[in-house]
């Protein structure tokens, strides 16, 4: 009696281990996306970022250059 019960305890304990090694796995593999998805928005912000500092250099050149253009006009 004693012997059965201690091996039917050994199967439970061996399932419920491979329950919580199956639960941390999963609960690994969303953290990992989490991150992933994180990094990805922090990348795309920084690249945002980026690009409107350009655009706003590329805008004052621009109308640096109209300005010029309307001054040499007056003056002709």
Do not use: D
């Not at 928005?41 to 010029?68: L, N, T, V």
């Amino acid at each position: 009696m004693k012997r059965r019960m201690k091996r039917s305890t050994k199967r439970i304990m061996k399932r419920s281990t491979k329950k919580r090694m199956k639960q941390e796995k999963k609960h690994a593999k969303k953290h990992e996306k989490k991150q992933e998805k994180k990094q990805e928005k922090k990348h795309e912000k920084k690249h945002a970022k980026k690009h409107e500092k350009k655009q706003e250099k590329k805008q004052e050149k621009k109308h640096e250059k109209k300005s010029i253009i309307r001054s040499t006009k007056r003056s002709m």
